[in-house]
């Protein structure tokens, strides 16, 4: 939903009701970060109603988060790249809302279950229920209409599954045989731009699977499944966020990837290279591309787009991507290089290299994870999982970033999930 212009001929404009509930303050940007509290898990919510972004509170999700523990194993290494804290889910969309900004959900991945909560007009949010996951350790969720999707870990990363809901009656139920098994961890769920499939990946698979929606329930198995680029020498790709362009006669979607498994599936030794991963080291992130067409079939359209200019020595650990509202940039958090990359996206869906460091925190100590875009593009908010913060980014026209403001106020590990609405 794009911001209000200022009205400029009042006498020949008609503002509805129910657009003015929409927010009480019709330039305000509401963000939204969940903060996997292992007592009483809740949602910090900021606003820029006054020219700046503050802390306005946090509301509680009716479930439990893991605190600093990374899922399943949920055991504290601080020397391992996925058991340190700054990343406790390892996916996107962990909190979404419904296209009118009054419906938000969430998951709670210490007591297994997803949360529904509703917006009112000033931003602030109230638990209305919560429906047990498919799983043990949901991690990624969607909303269209009155339905929900989401993804669940299980209990190791050979488990996993999805599962659908409805809102019926102003609650959150499960549909009836819900449950769809992946036997491999899944990372990010999202509906089709056009409501008739859903997506979802796996993390150390690679795979990308598209269901149907079938009667209010998924299909039974995928409609179409491809896997992630592999080769000789190339790292796994470890597929993790992704977004989605809706073009006239396709859906695109953007993929991040991850390159820190070798070929057979292990951690390359290293000596200090990575700051944040001192004992190993990591090949450069990359992004792949896919066209999903209205059979639901899905295709690559450009992979193994690099995050620089060589498989080593560039930006590393794309984990998270956001789009520009117009479909035509997109940037890459390279959560262990401190640094976001910049991509060009064509009209057919392929991508190209912009900058591999649109913006780059030279310490390479900050872990940039979940990220948005603002409605107009003028700006991109990062969220920092080592730090309990949310970075404010001016977009540049080349579609480099400036940091414009930091704002804080949540625990320093273990947030997740970054949900602005306008």
Not at 323 to 330: A, I, R, T, V, W
Not at 368 to 390: E, I, P, R, T
Request: hydrophobic content about 40%; some cysteine; overall charge negative.
């Amino acid at each position: 939903m794009k911001k209000n212009k200022m009205l400029t001929a009042m006498c020949f404009t008609t503002i509805s009701a129910s657009t003015l509930l929409a927010s009480t303050n019709l330039y305000a940007t509401d963000l939204y970060v969940v903060t996997n509290k292992a007592d009483v898990n809740t949602i910090a919510h900021f606003s820029d109603a006054k020219g700046e972004f503050k802390k306005i509170g946090e509301y509680t999700t009716g479930g439990r988060g893991t605190g600093d523990l990374e899922i399943p194993a949920l055991e504290k290494d601080p020397t391992h790249p996925l058991a340190n804290g700054d990343d406790p889910l390892i996916s996107a969309n962990a909190i979404r809302g419904s296209k009118d900004g009054k419906r938000v959900i969430s998951v709670n991945p210490g007591d297994a279950t997803i949360a529904f909560s509703a917006r009112d007009a000033d931003g602030k949010l109230a638990v209305v229920n919560v429906v047990d996951a498919t799983d043990l350790f949901p991690i990624s969720v969607d909303i269209r209409g009155d339905l929900v999707v989401a993804a669940s870990v299980g209990k190791d990363n050979g488990s996993g599954s999805i599962g659908i809901y409805r809102i019926n009656g102003g609650k959150l139920t499960a549909v009836d045989n819900n449950r769809r098994d992946l036997k491999a961890r899944p990372s990010t769920i999202s509906f089709s731009s056009n409501g008739k499939f859903v997506y979802v990946n796996e993390l150390v698979t690679g795979k990308i699977h598209v269901f149907g929606i079938e009667g209010g329930n998924l299909s039974e198995t995928p409609v179409s499944t491809i896997n992630s680029p592999r080769g000789d020498t190339r790292f796994q790709a470890i597929p993790v966020g992704f977004d989605v362009r809706a073009d006239a006669d396709k859906d695109v979607i953007l993929m991040s990837e991850a390159r820190f498994l070798t070929p057979d599936f292990k951690l390359r030794s290293g000596d200090g290279e990575v700051v944040q991963s001192p004992l190993y080291t990591w090949q450069t992130g990359s992004l792949s591309t896919y066209t999903v067409d209205n059979n639901g079939k899905i295709m690559a359209a450009s992979q193994d787009v690099l995050t620089g200019y060589g498989v080593e020595g560039g930006e590393i650990a794309n984990c998270w991507v956001a789009l520009s509202p117009d479909g035509s940039k997109l940037w890459a958090a390279n959560a262990l290089s401190s640094s976001i990359s910049s991509f060009s996206i064509s009209k057919t869906g392929s991508a190209a290299l912009l900058n591999d460091t649109a913006f780059k925190d030279n310490s390479e100590t900050v872990f940039f994870s979940d990220m948005s875009v603002s409605a107009d593009g003028k700006q991109l908010y990062q969220l920092v999982g080592n730090k309990g913060a949310v970075m404010v980014f001016d977009v540049k026209a080349n579609g480099d970033l400036e940091t414009s403001q930091t704002i804080g106020g949540m625990p320093e590990l273990g947030t997740y999930g970054l949900l602005a609405i306008h």
